[in-house]
């Protein structure tokens, strides 16, 4: 009996100590959670601290690092026995989705469930970070045996804050300007946040629409780590307007087709679970409502496409701060929000555990299906392009997202062509690239390259197309047979050219536009082609760049090899100016390309997305330099500093200000060039500069006894919107590749319509970009907008005095994966008006 004894006092004695080891977060911080916000370094350190206090149960991994050098990272979290496997699990999760292709079966029996919690991607959706410590306590604290029950058989991976720097824009300025206690009302000023906000990262880029395009480097690190796991179920939590309840599955129609009957049963066991801790503490919630499962590129889709059952949880609480008085008189605290986002994260574990085994299994069988591909019209899409660098870059998106793909060495077949709309026989360019649906994507490679996805509601919450065809710009056939597939070929390195006179670079890809900013940057003189040209019996196309020896710098012949070799483009040397057709390169029309001085405005009214797109095209893509200029400096900014000046899309003082108006023009007629995109276009066109907006909108009768669309039902109130709404959907333009700005393209170009704009033909100016009758390629356009999106310009150039004005109806550059525009936008910088 004494041995017993001494051994229960051990046992208790280590716990005690064990115990006292694993601090919570408020041991941890020395405040209470939810009671002030925590900086992204603490939430790191307090990871950190919880896995050198429980090692046998907690790993910490660092897997990337953002723009502005904070550490992106996940902790797994498992039961002793698991996490001495912790590995061995993964790689047995990866056979179970036939993605590891080892000599090893899967083990399905027994195999635990990865459930995997992603917080905060966000910055200014800040509540779910200081959750996640909770909910990591929870997990580890000695006297939670619940969590230990779960732990059994789930593995769980969090990742604490996706967007650190959005994070910590939001809370450096909160703590700043907060005073001893909270100010509850709406109206004070730290529930008003400056721009450009912290919801984005640091180039102003939304991470929660970047989940397939990976633009971002935070995306590319989180979706190679993802990848390498594949989850059962993943949790994107966000927060919503500070009047709304909670929200969880089942989610709003529309579904893509191909999520399966077996994901959105799932969403109704989380959904009730969640139900059940919410009802039990009287907290309101929805479901059903708003966020839908269509898009690819969200939180909750991205692992819905790839097997999980992805979900998205939203809190009330964007700029709720750390408390505010809601619409109902109550105030809203953060302490309360941590809470419920805390218990929607236990009820995710405990429902993962409470089903992991059929969660493992239906995540086989998934995939198990996805390999036949028996249930798709399409089983191979084929994308063949002249240009190799685009198809290298289709290549590199497909791989970053585990989606196999070769080539096809058949060539007689027939099959949707997507860019005439018609089943045709398959015509061949240089290049090509095919993906099969019998594999283990299947479905995810389905969602991605289809010529148009099924849309079941048209109430949906984002775009409704953005096939990689027409987003990359290259011709496609979507083929119902089987073709076989062999291994992709990888592009022939570029070689050197030497030459004592000069050097011709092709110009048909965004690869082109970037080397060009390589050589401008270093000095090197460059000239392009304005007309089509002949030498040594091969044809040049306008665009074309011209590298040559006279009064160039001396290392121009070096740089410019090495510019070819970086962007993979193979120069051809030239020994005279004297060509076989066209114009020599004496002529004017091959004229210098100028190194320019280039600005955009940002600040107040900008809409900083928008904004973020063109500064990470020009610092990531392009590599060039910009200047940012705030908007509240508009009347002291000397324009005539600047080449270029690019109004992304937003509000500008210029709409109604004559003065503003005036220093514009003021600025053209010296020779300034003014690139305008989306609604910063629309605004420019009031001021008298030869262009002008057509009217798209609904122009009905507003006599109530003759017209009967007046008669609207109450039920349906939260719909009349949808036919004036074109929420994004893919129209094919005629292009007049003739102009500089179009250079590089064939005579069409597929643009993403976010909006109603569409402006009348021009007279005077150039309509390089038009809309004519049936050009309507796919996605969702309202029934009363749609015959009235034809006969019109959506990309057009027109000068005045001595200076150019470029505008977009749509954005180019649009969320930085609608590949096909980029080059158009650099052609509106360089070569327009040179």
């Known amino acids: 009996m004494r041995k017993i004894i001494i051994f229960f006092l051990l046992v208790s004695h280590s716990y005690i100590l064990f115990a006292q080891q694993v601090p919570s977060p408020a041991e941890f911080l020395g405040y209470t959670l939810g009671t002030k916000f925590t900086p992204h370094y603490k939430i790191v350190n307090y990871f950190n601290a919880l896995a050198q206090a429980v090692p046998g149960m907690i790993k910490v991994e660092k897997y990337g690092e953002t723009n502005e050098g904070r550490p992106l990272i996940v902790a797994y979290i498992a039961s002793p026995e698991n996490f001495q496997r912790l590995d061995a699990i993964r790689k047995n999760n990866l056979r179970i989705a036939g993605i590891a292709r080892d000599k090893m079966l899967p083990v399905t029996q027994g195999a635990p ?84 906000r912290g919801r984005t990262n640091h180039y102003n880029f939304d991470l929660n629409r970047d989940w397939t395009w990976q633009t971002q480097k935070e995306s590319q690190s989180r979706i190679k780590l993802y990848n390498s796991w594949m989850p059962q179920v993943h949790i994107d939590f966000h927060e919503q307007g500070y009047d709304d309840p909670y929200f969880f599955p089942p989610a709003a129609e529309p579904f893509h087709e191909v999520i399966t009957p077996s994901q959105r049963a799932f969403q109704n066991i989380f959904g009730q679970n969640n139900a059940a801790h919410f009802d039990a503490n009287n907290w309101l919630y929805f479901t059903r409502q708003e966020f839908d499962m269509f898009y690819p590129s969200y939180g909750d889709t991205y692992p819905t496409y790839n097997g999980a059952i992805g979900m998205t949880y939203e809190q009330g609480g964007i700029d709720a701060g750390l408390g505010v008085k809601t619409a109902t008189g109550d105030t809203l605290t953060l302490v309360q929000r941590v809470l419920h986002h805390y218990t929607a994260s236990l009820s995710t574990i405990e429902t993962s555990s409470k089903n992991a085994n059929r969660l493992v299994d239906e995540f086989k069988k998934y995939f198990d299906d996805d390999a036949t591909g028996s249930d798709f019209i399409y089983k191979t899409y084929v994308l063949t392009s002249n240009d190799a660098n685009t198809i290298q870059a289709i290549a590199t ?62 109430a949906t919450y984002d775009i409704t197309a953005w096939s990689i065809p027409y987003a990359y710009g290259v011709d496609a056939f979507a083929v119902k047979d089987k073709l076989d597939i062999a291994p992709f070929n990888e592009p022939v390195p570029v070689q050197n050219v030497q030459s004592n006179y000069g050097l011709i670079i092709p110009y048909k890809s965004l690869d082109a536009a970037k080397l060009l900013s390589y050589l401008l940057i270093n000095k090197v003189q460059v000239r392009y082609a304005e007309k089509p040209f002949t030498y040594n019996n091969k044809v040049y196309d306008p665009g074309t760049l011209i590298v040559l020896k006279g009064n160039n710098i001396p290392a121009w012949n070096e740089i410019t090899n090495t510019a070819c070799r ?22 004017d029309k091959t004229p210098f390309i100028h190194a320019l001085k280039i600005a955009m405005f940002t600040g107040d009214g900008v809409y900083s997305e928008s904004a973020g797109e063109v500064w990470d095209y ?118 007049d590749n003739s102009h500089p700005l179009a250079f590089g393209y064939p005579d069409f170009y597929f643009t993403l319509k976010q909006n109603m704009d569409l402006y009348n033909y021009m007279k005077d100016g150039w309509n390089v970009g038009v809309l004519k009758k049936s050009n309507y390629t796919s996605g969702f356009v309202g029934s009363t907008l749609k015959p009235k999106l034809i006969d019109g310009t959506l990309i057009g150039a027109t000068g005045f005095g001595r200076g150019n004005i470029i505008f977009f109806a749509d954005d180019p550059l649009f969320r930085l994966f609608w590949q096909n525009g980029k080059l158009l936008f650099a052609n509106a910088v360089f070569l327009v008006g040179e």
């Open 113 to 196: 469930a990865i459930c995997w919690l992603s917080y905060n991607v966000h910055g200014n959706e800040p509540t779910s970070s200081e959750a996640a410590m909770q909910t990591l306590y929870a997990l580890v604290d000695p006297s939670n045996t619940q969590t230990k029950e779960w732990l059994k058989n789930t593995v769980v991976i969090i990742d604490p804050c996706l967007n650190p720097d959005g994070r910590d824009r939001y809370v450096n300025w909160y703590n700043d300007i907060i005073g001893k206690n909270f100010n509850a009302d709406p109206q004070s000023r730290e529930h008003n946040e400056p721009w450009p």
């Open 397 to 458: 998106l497909l791989s970053n997202n585990g989606i196999e793909y070769g080539t096809t060495t058949q060539t007689n077949f027939h099959g949707y062509n997507y860019f005439s709309g018609k089943d045709e026989n398959y015509v061949a360019k240089k290049y090509q690239l095919a993906v099969s649906v019998y594999q283990p994507k299947s479905r995810y490679a389905k969602v991605l390259l289809e010529p148009r996805s099924l849309l079941s509601d048209s």
């Open 566 to 587: 970086q962007f993979s483009i193979q120069a051809d040397a030239v020994n005279s100016g004297f060509m076989q057709k066209g114009f020599d390169f004496g002529s």
């Open 618 to 735: 020009f610092d990531e893509t392009l590599q060039y330099p910009i200047s940012l200029i705030n908007i509240s400096d508009w009347d002291y900014l000397k324009f005539t500093d600047y080449d270029v000046i690019i109004l992304p899309g937003g509000d500008y003082p210029f709409a109604n200000d004559k003065n503003a108006m005036d220093k514009i023009k003021s600025y053209l007629r010296q020779g300034g060039k003014i690139i305008s995109i989306e609604n910063a276009a629309e605004q420019l066109a009031s001021g008298d500069f030869g262009f002008s907006l057509k009217e798209t909108k609904d122009g009905s009768s507003t006599d109530s006894t003759t017209d009967y669309s007046l008669l609207k039902k109450y039920g349906q109130r939260d719909r009349d919107y949808l036919k004036n709404s074109i929420p994004g959907a893919i129209y094919k333009l005629e292009l």
